[in-house]
């Protein structure tokens, strides 16, 4: 008798690390690298230097949330413009710039979008996401979904970059499993370098604040930043 493939939790997280370390390598950031570990978390929290979160719902609902410390922001932020082809000497020199804000966020945005097209193609169901949100932060600030979820499930995975700077993601979402009944034939992946090139065509990185929906003073006032 045939054994029904399963997919869990943990697998949905693991495509969406692969999406990271994939959409960032193909920005200029090789060698990113994720912890083996997983951590089981109770809560999701935005956390100092830079927050940045992602709704996602369809198929099935969650939430995405990658904090950067500003070592790690800045890092990947300069060598995703100097890959670009952008002076060093033109670059931001401060975490808290806009414009590092909008890169940043763009880059979450290509991630969730990276990760959505793999769910669409792997476990055959559609998920949609919101705009991202990015803010500098000082203090931590818990994020929850505006929807009930039955069985939450959070898990938070550590990355590293090349040169030893930090930065976490965290994954909410309702406890599911996606059970294989037979064998079917998958697309082919959507290339990340195509992802990329296409959200530069449609518009410049310094002005992404249009497809980045940053945080504005109201939200930051109910936040108590």
Known sequence: MRKNKVITTEEILLTLCSSVT????????????????????????????????????????????????SEAALEIYRKYMMSM????????????????????????????????????????????????????????VQILINTQLDQPQARRVTFS????????????????????LHDFEKAAHENVDDILANAHQNQQVDTAAEAVDMVDDDFLANLGL
Do not use: W
């Open 22 to 69: 994939q959409v960032l390598s193909a920005a200029g950031n090789a060698q990113v690298a994720y912890s083996p570990m997983v951590q089981k978390i109770q809560k999701t929290c935005l956390r100092p230097d830079l927050g940045c979160f992602v709704l996602f719902d369809g198929g099935f609902s969650g939430l995405v949330i990658i904090n950067f410390t």
């Open 85 to 140: 082809g952008m002076p060093e000497s033109e670059l931001a020199q401060f975490h808290t710039s806009d414009e590092v804000g909008n890169v940043m966020g763009e880059l979450m945005n290509q991630i969730v979008g990276d990760f959505t097209n793999r769910v669409r193609v792997d476990l055959q169901t559609s998920i949609n996401q919101s705009q991202p949100k990015m803010m500098a932060i000082n203090k931590q």
């Open 161 to 180: 970059t090349p040169l030893h700077n930090i930065f976490y993601m965290e994954l909410a979402m309702d406890k599911t499993e996606f059970i294989q």
